[in-house]
């Protein structure tokens, strides 16, 4: 039985001047999920938020918390961004010295744990830490900044991600982030995406609500 599948609004993509506000939209509209996407400006080129915004969005909302770590050197970090509230923090493979260290640290929080991928990260590489974590997050996107294009072999990469849980029969979730759209959500939870990262396509919309809504339609109908 395949598990259900969830749209989570990127909060990269918001008003910050109005950011509760922003959630609450996605939140009526049905969201389960608020990604929240972290940047230090060294391993990605930008900058964004530290654990003093997820605090805030903890105390605005009751929505699960997926942390997205992409930063150097996230085994400093954990602690600080688990107390401000995460419910899930996910971190890069290629920005960990000890991969295994900043696992055992999130699940120290008793807390979900997710490992990504960048676009030119094979999904071999996580093979070794499968089994230990909750979320596998695929890069379809250079990681970075909002409203890029989907990156096609993405699509494959899902699919191995798939094979390699089910034939472990482990309770791993795949996420997918960047370029996701109405034009290839089915496409992309078809191929085995189980999280489905939005930020520009729901935010950047005239009306967030209403298009959180006719994505999560598609989405649904993707498996019928």
Do not use: W
Not at 31 to 39: G, K, Q, R, Y
Not at 153 to 181: F, H, R, T
Request: overall charge negative.
């Amino acid at each position: 039985m395949s598990k259900k599948r969830k749209i989570a609004p990127s909060i990269l993509a918001a008003d910050f001047s109005r950011l509760c506000e922003q959630i609450k939209l996605v939140e009526k509209a049905g969201a389960e999920i608020s990604h929240v996407d972290v940047m230090d400006g060294h391993f990605v080129p930008n900058i964004t938020i530290g654990p003093a915004v997820v605090k805030s969005i903890r105390m605005c909302t009751d929505l699960f918390l997926d942390v997205h770590l992409m930063i150097e050197h996230p085994l400093n970090f954990i602690d600080a961004f688990a107390k401000a509230g995460a419910n899930n923090i996910t971190f890069h493979i290629e920005a960990a010295d000890d991969v295994g260290a900043v696992i055992d640290k999130i699940k120290s929080h008793n807390i979900n744990a997710g490992l990504s991928v960048k676009p030119a990260t094979a999904v071999a590489a996580v093979k070794e830490y499968i089994n230990r974590i909750d979320l596998f997050l695929i890069m379809s996107v250079e990681p970075g900044f909002g409203g890029q294009s989907f990156i096609e072999n993405s699509l494959e990469k899902l699919k191995e991600a798939q094979e390699m849980i089910q034939s472990g029969n482990l309770n791993v979730d795949i996420e997918v982030d960047g370029g996701v759209n109405p034009e290839n959500i089915q496409e992309i939870s078809r191929a085995g995406a189980e999280i489905l990262v939005a930020g520009s396509e729901i935010f950047g919309a005239d009306n967030p609500t209403r298009r959180f809504e006719e994505m999560h339609k598609l989405l649904t109908q993707s498996h019928i």
